[in-house]
């Protein structure tokens, strides 16, 4: 028995030990629901084969025997994360647009330091507001740090964050606190972290505006005339964290950091839940490069503090967070021969509590002290009380232009002339051509597995004359999607029935199947129904896609594979998939496109008519994750995946009218490659 059966019959025999035996009674009417119902595979593995899928995909720390040797491997991966990751699609133009800085007037501070107010240009048409907190007198070069925050609604108005600022300022330094995106100013609807991903359907990185704020917040800071280039910082709490390792990792400009309570391991958070972080945190494909282990040791040999709260009432505690990024890190520094530049603190005051607070800032200024004024006498690591001097949200208010971008804004931009080169060929040979380029292409985009099925059979019984087989259907030895297979007198014909609601929720197609003669089988695959995830499903959707695959390309290829098992098996037969609900209908329809030979007909109930429909309903990643697939609507729209199963039929039914002004020539289509048929009804 493999070590994943093991997992499954263990599983297994928790389910059914706390389910108890199921009681074969007189048929009702609520037989048939009973027997989409019954627990197959239960809540246990979902999670298991999640957490271990996603586990055993993160790249480990490579072995490094020189500094030449890491130098290369880090030089490799800031290039790729770079190139491949931050800035794919548009986001390359966004790159290279010219920096606009505009500044707002000045607004005085407390003693020894003023508060400019100025708004940047993280990307064209998105303004990013800030305040420079700068010393009255300053001659000569002077050490600088860009602030930046988390999950707050304050923004750069947070109080610990402006008493940071303000004792950069009092000691000399320039400190830059700039808006993060979806909070402070910026916490508009088009912000929100979910609607990121818009931009990833189109094929642009929705991880570039995050980064291209700080880049440009650096930009800004590295212009001053006084500022020496040798002592930049970059310091934050939770997403502040996360930003701050960010930048400095893939910035060598950054000369400090000191990271708060903003980040862990992939492999940390697959098991500390509440470690699994928003869209922007697990961008997609970053672990098929590195692992935020791999981002850290990248900060070598540069002055580093790592800072955690012992236990955290919201993330990344230092318990168990902190150990992991030691481990990968030390090594690293010590080829530097520079162990002491790795800090860390461990912080328990206040408590349990998620904080930035007095201990941990003055950990911050003891790190400034020693590295940016290192023999400087007179440093005092005690915070300068400022709690008088923390301003209002409306002194600290920059205006932006009315009409500034967001990620939905973006998006919308993007989709209007999506997909490219999506003109259907008007002729049979280049048609089939088409069919064979599209195919390998739309694999690429969605992932694409060729699973093998090893069927496992749970049990069965029969309720007024349906017979029902429980199957845990083993995808590789990777994925176990429960399926019931019911069976009503001698059927000839195969229906797969999947479900936006879950297996559960398909009975009254099941009745409609097995009264026109098929065998069905209801199905569950990834994310869906009993298959769903336990806990913080759609972070776990977005890990997926962190390690490089994609959850619309799992859940395609296990109905593939579910539909090859099931012509094999019964060896006649044509294949039905049946779908209701509109994710559960795109991923149908990309099993078509994937699937030539085993899948014969296609039934869509409430599918979408375009995926610009998407956009424009401004759908977040967070109930739909597999919607928002890296680069989909770059390649095809919903016309070009019917266009792909063709010749076979692909019903819509009830469709609105998006589809049918969106699907309107298809029958040419269809005419095209020998069959006549109208998808519409």
Same mark, same amino acid.
């Given at each position: ?503 559960? %929720?398909?009975? $009254?197609?099941? !009745? *409609?199947?097995? &009264?026109?003669? /098929?065998?069905?089988?209801? @199905? =569950? ?31 395609? %290829?296990?109905? $593939?594979?579910? !539909? *090859?098992?099931? &012509?094999?098996? /019964?060896?006649?037969?044509? @294949? =039905? ?105």
């Amino acid at each position: 028995m493999s070590h994943h059966q093991r997992i499954l019959f263990v599983a297994l025999c928790l389910e059914w030990f706390f389910a108890g035996p199921t009681s074969i009674h007189a048929a009702d009417q609520s037989e048939l629901q009973a027997l989409l119902e019954h627990t197959i595979v239960g809540s246990v593995l979902p999670m298991v084969e999640v957490q271990r899928y996603c586990d055993e995909r993160v790249p480990p720390m490579p072995e490094v025997q020189s500094v030449a040797a890491w130098s290369r491997v880090a030089d490799r991966i800031r290039g790729e994360v770079l190139e491949r990751i931050v800035y794919r699609g548009e986001a390359a133009k966004w790159r290279d647009a010219p920096a606009n800085v505009q500044w707002l007037g000045t607004i005085e501070g407390g003693a020894g330091y003023r508060i400019k107010k100025l708004r940047y240009e993280a990307l064209p048409g998105m303004w990013i507001p800030a305040l420079l907190y700068e010393p009255d007198k300053l001659s000569g070069k002077v050490p600088a740090v860009l602030n930046v925050n988390g999950h707050t609604s304050l923004g750069k108005q947070y109080p610990p964050k402006q008493i940071r600022c303000i004792n950069q300022a009092k000691r000399g330094m320039l400190a830059l606190n700039i808006e993060w995106v979806g909070m402070g100013q910026l916490a508009t609807p088009g912000y929100k972290h979910c609607l990121m991903n818009q931009l990833d359907l189109c094929g642009t990185s929705g991880l570039a505006p995050f980064y291209l704020d700080m880049k440009r917040g650096l930009d800004v800071l590295l212009s001053h005339d006084h500022v020496d280039p040798n002592r930049v910082a970059v310091t934050g709490l939770s997403g502040g964290g996360w930003q701050t390792i960010i930048i400095s990792s893939l910035d060598t400009r950054v000369t400090l950091a000191d990271p708060v309570a903003g980040y862990s391991s992939f492999r940390t958070r697959a098991y500390h839940l509440k470690d699994l972080g928003d869209s922007e945190q697990t961008p997609n494909d970053l672990a098929t490069i590195c692992d935020y282990t791999h981002l850290t040791a990248m900060l070598a040999p540069r002055p580093t503090l790592l800072t955690f709260n012992l236990h955290d009432g919201c993330c990344f505690e230092g318990a168990y967070a902190l150990q992991p990024l030691l481990a990968a890190a030390r090594p690293i520094f010590r080829l530097y021969g520079r162990e002491k530049m790795l800090r860390w603190h461990v912080n328990n005051d206040p408590p349990g509590k998620h904080n930035y607070a007095v201990d941990n800032r003055q950990q911050l200024y003891r790190m400034l002290g020693d590295f940016f004024y290192s023999g400087d006498a007179h440093w005092d690591t005690k915070e300068i009380p400022s709690d008088n001097e923390v301003k209002s949200k409306e002194e600290l208010f920059v205006e932006l232009p009315e009409k500034n971008q967001d990620f939905h804004t973006l998006a919308l931009g993007l989709a209007k002339n999506l997909p490219r080169n999506g003109q259907l060929p008007t002729d049979k040979g280049a048609a089939k051509k088409w069919q064979r380029r599209q195919r390998k292409k739309l694999g690429e985009i969605v992932r694409a597995k060729d699973y093998a099925v090893h069927a496992i059979k749970c049990g069965n019984e029969q309720k007024s004359g349906v017979k029902a087989t429980y199957w845990a259907l083993q995808m590789d030895g990777l994925w176990t999607v429960p399926a019931v297979e019911l069976v009503q007198g001698n059927p000839t014909k195969i229906a797969i029935l999947v479900a936006d609601a879950g297996r559960r %929720s398909a009975a $009254a197609d099941v !009745a *409609r199947f097995l &009264k026109s003669g /098929h065998r069905v089988l209801a @199905v =569950d695959p990834f994310y869906f129904g009993e298959s769903k995830i336990k806990e913080r499903d759609y972070l776990f959707a977005l890990l997926v896609a962190g390690i490089g695959d994609r959850p619309l390309g799992l859940q395609a %290829s296990q109905i $593939a594979a579910i !539909a *090859r098992w099931a &012509k094999t098996k /019964h060896e006649s037969g044509s @294949v =039905d998939v049946v779908a209701q609900g509109p994710r559960s209908s795109l991923f149908t329809l990309v099993a078509a496109g994937l699937e030539p030979q085993s899948i014969d007909r296609v039934e869509l109930h409430g599918s979408l008519g375009s995926l610009k429909e998407v956009i424009e309903n401004n759908w977040g990643v967070l109930d739909k994750p597999e919607l928002f697939c890296f680069g989909l609507l770059e390649a095809f729209d919903i016309r070009h995946l019917v266009a792909l199963a063709a010749p076979r039929p692909v019903e819509f039914v009830e469709a609105g009218d998006r589809a049918k002004a969106e699907l309107n020539g298809l029958r040419t289509w269809y005419g095209l490659l020998g069959r006549e048929f109208e998808p519409l009804r």
